[in-house]
């Protein structure tokens, strides 16, 4: 359904690169994450991004990294009962990226990568690997002002809220707060099996 | 053409705003500025919106200061005569903005306004901006990196470079510079009329 | 009321400049500013700097600039109009700068400025003054988060927005949007009298 | 002896809480950090605080991770020795905060945290957290610019200096310098036991 | 006394510009700046580019904004006194930049500009500058951070602080207080026979 | 070689210490860091210090932490191989930073280190670092603007994208390539022995 369309070579713009990226007549965006767990700020992201864009994926990374406190399966199916209930959102397709974004992009012909913004040093910490994403396939990254008044909700203070009992279900979708409060006891209890790990109060106060 | 679509009320999502703006079948981007002369850097960003949104609109403040060196008329004539011969760019409408930008993008039925970015300081003194704009008709503000070889092109740098016989034809459209520089002579010949104007070299030193 | 406490000369502490400033057993701050016009932002600083402190005065900058819409004494009334209502904020006192900021300071025995801070780039913007005004005087500067949900709150924008005949009501206390089109209409109507004066779209668009 | 007092809720301005905090006759803030160890740089944010606040306590964090070079025990040792003969410090309490820095500042009665500020991507990486907290109890976060004359002056560099015999006792308390060492000596001795734990140089070269 | 050295034209580089600066067998510096006036942070930043570089230029635009409060001249003549007068910088040479900084630099045989640094939204600001003159002519900026202990001494805050009788001779050689002062005392009196020019505050307020 | 010169005593100069260093009548600048692996990044940064100092030295710090990817001695021999065939680069020395980067600095005789920038928040993050070393040893840390056109191509980068067999080969000199692929491979095959280690896709996405 994709058809070559714009982005033809430009010789006379200097530093423009030649016409790299299928654009089809249905633009598609992905916004990527870990979603450890999906958040409310991360469905404010979405919902902008489904305001602008045809269609738009969830891109779950399958982190490997230890630091990930649910599997990318639970990810995925948290952020998939989530869109199911939030209006305009339910065609939002929720997939896993296996590997790296560009080549999740490229098979899903999608145009564009939205991320959320919370200020300017984001912006600085995200500019190269926008600008790698796109010299590799010419995939444009778009970042979009999150809601301020979500500014506080982030995946890793979540879990840092919740290990200590404190409250999170105002900051994520019904029924997640659950989850990591599992997993984080599930974790704990491993941890006790082993060796002591006493807990951190890092997030909340450095 | 429009059609209501999209970002119905959500009471589950604190912070998220009511359902306040349209989007139509065809999402429509505009890139605002005072082109004050429009150069190869707003020529990038007009094209990387171009490719993400189905028409875009280059919107010209009609900027009162007095520091605006060309008339808006000749900002508009710039810009079309410049988007005419740019492979893709062709369909790129180019009209002035008479007010508020808000008001230009209902009329226009535009979703996005389209900006590009340098830095992080750069995002920080747009937010505020992007907020009051999404706050008054719900339009979203995208920010896209500009192509990083272009980081030096600015209108400001290029009228102060020119001021000084400096080159400055690579870094806008074919026959801009001579505009800017007849622009520059005029200026300087009404106020040698007056009062002896010397010269600044703030722009590329400080 | 006043009595030397604190902040004696440290001589193992290197940096550290000695006891340069009183604090008393009242805790006093302020909030300066131009105020041109007050916003519910300045009004959610105020209300935080009254939650820390014992004391806090309202500042309002006697600005010479020919950009203020506003004569200082409508900026004094505007404010304490407001705080007379709003709840919390009554005792706090609305005094005009005549000078330096450090020398109100020192009369008034304050031991604190109190500024909101949007994001990085505004921190770094403010931090020489307040090294300067701590290095005059000894008074500290203290920088609190707005209201994020404010964030699209702010002067120059609501006076952009009024000009265009845009919604501020919102954004101001109850009748100060009428003040503001008032002065904006007499100033236009003056503008009219000599010169044209063609509007502005920059404060929303760029 | 704390009294209830300001922050009432005040239906007038969007997106102010309603009044989630107490405010006693005394106001508390709280100075939180890692303090591995404790630094002059420290000293001076705890000096400042002091300066502002009825009464402070220097809050440590019991951290988990295995990064800590001092035990949380040392660490309060090592502030509470370095406060005593602090002239205007001697009062400043030093505690463990268990979990959430939220829950100690409500125990404690804290209506503030003080936090120093280098620079402003500081900033836009602790204003979620300052949120967060706001969020959960009402405590408000106020930065505060430390003294310039020690913004090289980090735990985390003191611990990569004296790792290579550095000298770093200009930088924090009277024998602090000596702990450090000795915590490093019996942590090299620990990685020699088991395997080899060649030195880092990251810290002040990259 | 310049011979061709260095930066041939490297094919294999992607990005990087031809082989366009010639360096000789002596490194020469450029601190461009108004100096309106010199303070002790500008002769920070000399001193400290003095001992990078064989030589060093001081470069003193001329500055054609009315916002100038010494000429041309009076700045050049403050600046050698005081390196006149400074241990190791007596054979630094002040001159004015008459046009572009980039042509002074080549006249000059300068392959560096240094510029002092605050924090990182100044880088931000000087970016797009120092991309332009290593376009025009190749020349590089280097970015020197300034003593953090000077960091409240800008000249806008000296002049700012002097309008009101505060102290400013310990931010400035030795005399140029006076220059200051009595620069300020003659705008008033022609702002006098003029019309009403009321002082500001905003400098070291806001 | 060496001669005393320079950075006397200036007790006039509040904040700037006293001669600490030692500048020669050849200036040596120092390029740290991990170069894990070395990319065209280092080499243009490289470059531009060749062409501001009489000497280069490339200094590769001795990484202990295990996310260094290749060896010291990869590092160095990568480093030398390169700069050989670099026209102008040939005579940068590569050595293996042992320990603090001043001692090195010292040893070595190096006034400079030369850092490559990217943006404000990089300049926020390296600055208590080049402070730290000033005050050790009074070595100057100079930053110097990247070639923009580079400035997607990181080190970390390089080795997130080479891991899923994406194209690096034109982001590193000449068979660098094959090197980080090969070690990736080992890397991936001693820990298919011990326990699976899933892939991560952070790097150029989130």
């Known amino acids: 359904m994709l058809a070559l369309r714009g982005s033809?070579?430009?010789?006379?713009?200097?530093?423009?690169?030649?016409?790299?990226y299928y654009r089809g007549e249905?633009?598609?965006?992905?916004?990527?994450?870990?979603?450890?767990p999906l958040?409310?700020?991360?469905?404010?992201?979405?919902?902008?991004?489904?305001?602008?864009?045809?269609?738009?994926?969830?891109g779950v990374?399958?982190?490997?990294?230890?630091s990930a406190l649910l599997s990318a399966e639970q990810r995925v199916?948290?952020?998939?009962?989530?869109?199911a209930v939030s209006p305009?959102?339910?065609?939002?397709?929720?997939?896993i990226v296996p590997g790296l974004l560009v080549d999740f992009c490229r098979d899903a012909g999608a145009a564009a990568v939205v991320k959320g913004l919370r200020g300017g040093a984001d912006f600085d910490a995200e500019l190269p690997m926008a600008l790698m994403n796109r010299h590799l396939v010419g995939v444009e990254t778009v970042?979009?002002?999150?809601?301020?008044?979500?500014?506080?909700?982030?995946?890793?203070?979540?879990?840092?809220?919740?290990?200590?009992?404190?409250?999170?279900?105002?900051?994520?979708?019904?029924?997640?707060?659950?989850?990591?409060?599992q997993a984080l006891a599930d974790r704990a209890a491993r941890a006790d099996g082993s060796a002591q790990a006493p807990?951190?109060?890092?997030?909340?106060?450095?």
Chains 1, 2, 3, 4, 5, 6 share one sequence.
Do not use: W
């Not at 807990?199 to 450095?206: A, K, L």
């Open 199 to 206: 807990p951190t109060t890092e997030g909340t106060g450095r």
């Open 39 to 58: 958040t409310l700020g991360h469905l404010d992201i979405v919902r902008r991004a489904r305001s602008l864009f045809d269609e738009v994926i969830l």
């Open 77 to 83: 199916e948290i952020a998939r009962a989530a869109l």
């Open 8 to 20: 033809p070579d430009s010789p006379d713009l200097p530093g423009f690169p030649a016409g790299v």
């Open 88 to 95: 305009g959102l339910e065609d939002v397709r929720v997939e």
């Open 61 to 66: 990374a399958r982190n490997s990294s230890k």
């Open 143 to 181: 970042f979009v002002p999150g809601d301020p008044a979500l500014a506080h909700v982030a995946s890793s203070l979540v879990k840092d809220v919740a290990r200590f009992g404190g409250p999170v279900d105002d900051l994520v979708p019904a029924g997640v707060g659950d989850l990591v409060r």
């Open 26 to 36: 249905v633009t598609i965006a992905v916004c990527p994450g870990s979603f450890d």
